[in-house]
């Protein structure tokens, strides 16, 4: 059984979901190899040759892919797949935007956010924002397939010796272009890979209060997440949202203050390590998800805390 993986990456380097997701790869069984598309990503290219278990690097350096774009990296997907019997990407922004494309142009079965293998066609995927574990069998010849990073260890970034091998196919599908993008700029940790994360809901009333989180999350050099009811009230940016329709994080350890614990937010966040809740409502939801759990006023909890860090 031979897989492609379609590496997550900046051009300069690999993103950490892809080890997770070669992880999977490794788990279904087979020769590995890693399509690494993009423009002057040379670099992002002999990073993953050296990382473990991969037996191939396909490297597509073109303009055409500069920025990813899902419609292209799609259709150099399609030209290559005949090699393959199983494609998988990260279940991030970019991953869900290209595999159900090539999925629909190979007419296959889209199999979504995995979080175990069972079998070389068997595999678990939640469902019912996390309350229900599917397990699912394909019979399609070709499997298409997103995996949920959190669910799987990373493989070494190391050790490796990879073949890189030049590919010739230019694959411009002539139907979108990047026009432009903002990017948040930050020191914090990137939150889907954090190894701590502290999370404000709609308990902090406002956004200027998330600066009480700010200041805890600056000691304990963590992310800083929100639930969607805080970013829907415009207290904190979307880029913060954890929650099904949010990122997914699975963090050492996961700060819930004020979050009520709705079935949304939970599905983003329950397979984190240790999970403490701060809420002044001793009945809120987050607490039976929550190892450690303090009831008490957050703008009183979280000054002492930060003061104790």
Known sequence: MSILVIAEHDNASLKGSTLNTLTAAAAIGGEIHLLVAGSDCGVAAKEAAEVAGVAKVLVAD??????????????????????????????????????????????????????????????????YAGNVIATVQSGDSKKVITVRATAFDAVEASGGSAEVVSLDQVTDAGVSSFVSEELAVSDRPELTAANIVVSGGRGMQNGDNFKLIEAVADKLNAAMGASRAAVDAGFVPNDMQVGQTGKIVAPDLYIAVGISGAIQHLAGMKDSKIIVAINKDEDAPIFQVADYGLVADLFEALPTLEAQL
Do not use: C, W
């Open 62 to 127: 073109n303009t055409v892919y500069a920025h990813q774009l899902a419609e292209n990296v799609a259709a150099l997907t399609i030209e290559i797949a005949a090699d393959y019997d199983v494609v998988l990407a990260p279940a991030t922004g970019n991953g869900k935007n290209i595999l159900p494309r090539v999925a629909a142009l190979l007419d296959v079965q889209m199999i979504s956010e995995i979080i175990s293998v069972e079998s070389p066609d068997t595999f678990k995927r939640p469902i």
